[in-house]
């Protein structure tokens, strides 16, 4: 028989750093700060809703958009927290995940041969979601230490083929967040040119020391070019619920359905119906800063008293910690051997850039419960 191969479509691309980090955690059973998740429980109240949900006899097919009712109470959440007006009905679409919210902009928009500014370091997924369409991933890296974008350099970067840029904030993996001077640059950057924006946002309310977190919502103008995605996974301490949105003008909107529609074509019913219920609650997202917060606190402060030194985290999940007054080895090394030798998994920021750079900087997820990172520490503390 002839078995029929093919070449790779992403010959570059091995298991992601976070299914390596976590596999390593639970077989040698060491503290897992590496894969961003909670692992405390998420809210009570939301899974009874979602109970609720499946008793009352929501356990069809969703609206190919998302629920209607979800989709009007993100609606006026958008109207509340950034003074725009959003259509649910045309600007919305429900998505099983920010990940897939992110691939389904880039697949909606790209061609063979366009090229997609990305900054490094950059989540994961998004050089492979561009490389799939055929596109070029243009890598910018971001200034160190303080993982900002040089606007000048875009400039430079961008030629007739750039078709879109990508933002992310707060940012994963080093808890920077975007300025109010980086969305003067974006505009002058994008006015009257051809290019899209595809913007990670599901960090939203994961954002301190009252800090405004720059939504690109906030700007029609550049709504009008941008896919704007957000994850309930992230926000509500459930990432195993993989539910999140994209929030686009109409015209692209209805684009990225046709998209949509053929791959997913709709999202887990019963979560929609208890998020619309939830959602208009406004503590259910207003609380969340402050919640976070109190988490970065706690694991700042017992990270003081351990070798290694902080970044500073104005957002999102994570915290950088450099490692240099500890040993010189790589990051993934060193990742590796202190999960091995003391029992906390973290990730090496290097996995975010494709060539692999090592500022010697390693990230911790702090959404985590104290007890967990009080367990983690006082491994830490013996290095
Ligand atoms: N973007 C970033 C920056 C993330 O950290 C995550 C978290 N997993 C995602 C997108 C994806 O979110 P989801 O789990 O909803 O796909
Ligand atoms: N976003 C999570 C992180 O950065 C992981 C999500 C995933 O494993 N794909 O750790």
Known sequence: MNIPSIPSKLPQVGTTIFTVMSSLATELGAVNLGQGFPDFPMDARLIGLVDKAMRDGFNQYAHMHGLQSLREVLSAKIEYLYNTSVDPATQITITPGGTYAIYTALTTILRPGDEVIVFEPAYDSYIPNI?????VAIRIPLSFPDYRIDWEEVRRRVTSRTRMIM???PHNPTGSVLREDDIVALRALVKDSGIFIQSDEVYEHLIFDGVPHQSILRYPDLLERSFVSFSFGKIYHCTGWKL???VSSPALMAEFRKVHQF??????????????EFL???????DLPAFLQGKRDYFQDLMRATRFTPLPSFGSYFQLYRYDRISDESDKDFAIRITKEYGVAMIPVSAFYTAGKDDKVVRFCFAKKEETLQRAVERLLKI
């Open 244 to 246: 999140g949105y994209s």
């Open 131 to 135: 490389e799939i369409n055929g596109a």
């Open 280 to 286: 208009t609650d406004r503590s259910s997202y207003l």
């Open 167 to 169: 933002l992310n904030s």
């Open 263 to 276: 791959n997913c074509f709709s999202c887990h019913t019963p979560s929609q119906v208890a998020l619309a």
